[in-house]
């Protein structure tokens, strides 16, 4: 008996992973309208990711987007009103659009959540330091990182400086072909033989992450002291104004497509400036007035734990919640806001992993999600899922719209992750986890699909229509 029924489970389990494995890529299954407007809204994306390196320009970016169709940044409650669209910034690092709906937002929303800060390298306070007449920037890792990556790669320097008397100054500086790149170097295989007994996550050490910055001394200067002299002349700040600065390194690559087809974008920060965009793109289409107020948060400090007073733990969404909900109320207090969170319903979308093929024994097939197959729902399992009505409300909607859609879920024990969703489910919030799955999730160029940016693209507007 014990025979036949593992039999039995070895049979179903066969099926089923037929099954799952069978599913036909989106590819496959688009109209030609489909995939035109697929590559087409890939070429969109692309313009924006090109420019938005870290959450302080990709604010810029999103600001630029929103005021260009017909958003206004809130001064007061008498901006809201029906059919208004509105922007909420928040220290030039998280945004909040809104397109104020027909019902009083305590009776409904539908809000979409993302994060736009990446993984990369941040500049130390006390930051260059002359080795061999080299000068080199101290550095400090942002996220979870796999270090070696980042060496041997052009990388650009982006940021902003804030002096003493109130002024700040943008910094940019590697982007274009005319400037200059930094470059973190390897040990050559020549004279690394007592390099390499190290494990493959140290391969790089946390304090071996250091860019070279300037090679040329002064007539009567170090290196170090005529680097400093050239900040100050070209770039207008010195040695203690790193103090007050917010200076990062991230790869100097232009998106790019993979694959003789084209049918994949490679890109620095997909994670999760894709989801970021597709939720901006898909707000600023909203043209006529919703029933129910649409909201998209754009939240920064997502890859150390959504921090500070940007990240997704801060007031920030209750006090734009507030605002509104104030605006539409003869007799405002905190229960009206309350009710607001409470009848909310929020995506909260990030990118995740996906069937890596050259690594597929990383991912349970069966609940994977695979590059091609579309809008992935995540299911962590452990209490971290969404209950299962929104869920099954969320699979009737993409039905409805034949949007191909999936699962996400990691092997049992081998890692995985969450994203920003349970700080808004602690604030009483309907929140499900989605997103699309990317390969090299983490790494200084990961890949995507442009059919499932599009299908992503497709599920957004459908939840901003949701009844």
Not at 4 to 12: A, E, H, P, R, T
Not at 223 to 246: H, I
Not at 311 to 317: D, E, T
Not at 389 to 416: C, H
Request: charged share 20%.
């Amino acid at each position: 008996m014990k025979t036949l029924s593992y039999i039995v489970l070895f049979v179903v389990s066969a099926l089923l992973l037929q099954a799952q494995g069978s599913k036909k890529s989106v590819w496959q299954t688009a109209t030609p309208t489909e995939k035109k407007n697929a590559l087409a809204f890939a070429e969109e994306y692309r313009s924006y990711i090109s420019k938005a390196k870290t959450e302080l320009t990709s604010t810029k970016e999103v600001i630029e987007i929103a005021e260009k169709n017909g958003f206004r940044e809130f001064t007061s409650i008498r901006d809201i009103k029906p059919g208004a669209k509105v922007y909420f910034n928040n220290r030039n690092r998280a945004i909040i659009l809104a397109v104020i709906g027909k019902n009083n937002i305590a009776d409904g929303s539908r809000l979409i959540a993302t994060h736009h800060d990446s993984p990369r390298i941040d500049i130390k306070a006390h930051a260059a330091y002359e080795s061999n007449g080299l000068v080199l920037f101290k550095t400090i890792y942002y996220g979870g990182i796999k270090k070696y990556q980042w060496a041997n790669l052009p990388l650009l320097l982006t940021g902003r400086v804030d002096l003493k008397d109130g002024k700040h100054i943008d910094i940019n500086i590697g982007d274009n072909d005319d400037e200059p790149i930094f470059v973190i170097p390897d040990a050559a295989p020549h004279v690394d033989s007592p390099l390499r007994e190290r494990k493959y996550t140290g391969v790089f050490e946390g304090e071996e992450l250091h860019p070279l910055v300037a090679s040329v001394p002064g007539d009567s200067t170090s290196v170090l002291k005529e680097m400093y002299k050239r900040l100050q002349a070209e770039y207008g700040f010195g040695e203690d104004d790193f103090v007050s600065a917010e200076l990062s390194l991230v790869p100097a690559l232009k998106p790019r497509d993979v694959g003789f087809d084209k049918g994949l974008l490679a890109a620095y920060g997909h994670d999760d400036k894709l989801c970021s965009f597709v939720a901006v793109s898909s707000i600023t289409a909203v043209n006529s007035t919703p029933d129910n107020t649409v909201l998209a948060y754009l939240t920064d400090n997502e890859e150390t734990g959504s921090i500070n007073n940007t990240g997704a733990q801060s007031s920030f969404l209750s006090y734009c919640y507030a605002q509104i909900a104030e605006a539409q109320s003869t007799q405002f207090n905190d229960n009206v806001t309350r009710k607001a969170l409470r009848n909310a319903l929020v995506i909260s979308a990030d990118v995740n992993d996906g069937i890596n093929p050259i690594f597929p024994g990383l991912s349970e097939s069966m609940n994977a999600a695979r590059v091609n197959n579309g809008v992935a729902i995540k299911l962590y399992g452990r209490s971290f899922n969404a209950n299962s009505e929104m869920i099954a409300r969320f699979r009737s909607m993409l039905d409805d719209n034949n949007i191909p859609w999936q699962t996400a879920s990691y092997k049992v024990e081998s890692g995985g992750g969450g994203t920003i969703g349970g700080f808004m489910s602690k604030e009483n919030m309907e929140v499900i986890d989605i997103g699309i799955p990317i390969l090299s999730m983490h790494s200084t160029y990961e890949v995507a699909s442009k059919m499932d940016i599009w299908c992503l693209r497709r599920a957004m507007t459908a939840f901003y229509q949701l009844k």
